[in-house]
């Protein structure tokens, strides 16, 4: 079946670079995306990578998706205290196909 | 624009109450979904709506019941509170239009705990 899996937590020092990793089960993922979690929020899309993809870069935001092993990351560069989150993957078939969650990895930014 | 609304942002019932949590988007987002979040669990799906009048069941919908009055709400009802639904609900929004991404745009949530 359908499955998303990611480490728990990641402690990083500020000014380091934060990497999240993530690998999904489902070879028919169109879509690949990550969220953050800041406490007491909700859910709010950092950025979405198209499966034809290997990579993506949004500011300090990087992205890498192999396609062949399933694994995907998040790379935040320059990790800021403000940073500190729950990050999760998730991926789906596109519109009409449910999204499928990982269960979270909390990043701690140690100053 | 306030995007996804949820109320109440807190509740606790006794076992057996039952409750209402409310839902309302104004993206005109035809799909919505409600969510719930446990510890080390991620987000579970229970129930979803692709289009107005339709719903169906997500992975988790046992104990729940859903309505999609119009476009815009989405409500959870909860018939009869049982302590394992103690958790933090998200109602979440997205125009999924088919074969383009399901960008999904989430409540604040409501924290609930049965007692």
């Known amino acids: 079946g359908e499955d998303v899996e990611q480490s728990l937590f990641l402690s990083v020092r500020e000014g380091d670079s934060s990497v999240i990793n993530c690998t999904y089960t489902?070879?028919?993922?169109?879509?690949l995306y990550w969220y953050k979690q800041e406490p007491g929020a909700g859910l709010q899309l950092l950025t979405y990578i198209f499966s034809n993809m290997d990579m993506k870069q949004d500011q300090r935001l990087t992205v890498l998706l192999n396609k062949k092993d399933k694994h995907l990351s998040l790379r935040i560069a320059d990790t800021q205290t403000g940073d500190s989150a729950i990050y999760f993957c998730a991926e789906s078939r596109g519109g009409g196909f449910k999204t499928i969650f990982g269960a979270g990895t909390r990043l701690f930014v140690k100053a | 624009n306030a995007g996804v609304t949820q109320t109440p942002k807190f509740q606790v019932l006794k076992t057996g109450q039952s409750m209402t949590l409310q839902c309302a988007q104004d993206?005109?987002?035809?799909?919505m979904y409600w969510y719930r979040q446990d510890p080390g669990m991620g987000l579970r799906l229970i129930y979803y709506?692709?289009?107005?009048?339709?719903?169906d069941k997500g992975e988790v919908p046992n104990g729940y019941n859903v309505s999609r009055l119009n476009k815009r709400e989405f409500s959870l009802r909860l018939e009869s509170a049982a302590p394992s639904q103690t958790s933090v609900y998200f109602c979440?929004?997205?125009?999924?239009?088919?074969?383009?991404?399901?960008?999904?745009?989430f409540g604040p949530g409501t924290r609930l705990t049965v007692l």
């Open positions: 489902d070879s028919s993922s169109t879509y």
């Open positions: 993206m005109n987002h035809n799909s």
């Open positions: 709506s692709a289009s107005e009048g339709t719903t």
């Open positions: 979440a929004s997205s125009e999924a239009l088919a074969g383009g991404p399901d960008t999904q745009y």
